[in-house]
């Protein structure tokens, strides 16, 4: 199944904006909210980061690799 990364954009285009909201480090918040959600659920928030950073290389450094 191909990838769709500007999907992706828009995906997280849309959580961004919810962040921008608040008037603070977008970004930064919603990486921070993240991480505790991870904590709540019991998922390794840095091994999570590590495998989208991988699948990121795949779609867009690598993109025959799809």
């Known amino acids: ?3 769709d990364n ?13 962040y921008q909201e608040d008037g603070g480090p977008a970004l930064r ?13 019991g998922h390794d928030f840095q091994s999570a980061l590590n495998m989208a950073e ?3 290389n795949s779609e ?6 799809k």
């Open 29 to 41: 918040d919603l990486l921070t909210d993240l991480m505790h959600w991870c904590s709540h659920h």
């Open 54 to 56: 991988i699948h990121y």
């Open 60 to 65: 867009v450094i690598w993109p025959e690799w």
């Open 1 to 3: 199944m191909e990838h």
């Open 6 to 18: 500007e999907l992706s954009v828009e995906m997280a285009e849309t959580a961004m904006q919810h």
